[in-house]
């Protein structure tokens, strides 16, 4: 089984940190790219942050930028994003994606060949 698993979402208040994990099984992680996207119900799912296979460079929406944290563990085989001062609108459904190299690196829902199920995150008072 291919899979992406995310795990860590949560109700955190304003300001609080969160930090979400991103799963493979049946497959290896290294030769991927790996994104984070959300999704708020009635809206359309927006990428949230990218690393590339090695871990040497990332990408982070504007809204995001400073402050969320993307990280990754091949040993592991798994990705992270660490998520800190957290506001409001930060609430969604978090999901992670990942493209077989060679990848662009762009937030281009369609260019993923795999996505998890996603996680929940609650930012409230």
């Known amino acids: 089984q291919l899979q992406l698993v995310e795990s860590g979402g949560g109700l955190v208040q304003p300001g609080g940190s969160l930090r979400l994990s991103c799963a493979a099984s049946?497959?290896?992680?290294?030769?991927?790219?790996v994104c984070w996207f959300r999704q708020v119900p009635g809206k359309e799912r927006e990428g949230v942050s990218c690393?590339?296979?090695?871990?040497?460079?990332?990408k982070y929406e504007d809204s995001v930028k400073g402050r969320f944290i993307i990280s990754r563990d091949n040993t592991k085989n798994t990705a992270y994003l660490q998520m800190n001062s957290l506001k409001p609108e930060d609430t969604a459904v978090y999901y992670c994606a990942a493209q077989r190299l060679p990848a662009l690196m762009e937030f281009l829902e369609e260019e993923y060949d795999y996505w998890g199920q996603g996680t929940r995150v609650t930012v409230s008072s």
């Open positions: 049946g497959f290896t992680l290294d030769n991927y790219v």
């Open positions: 690393i590339t296979h090695k871990g040497d460079r990332t």
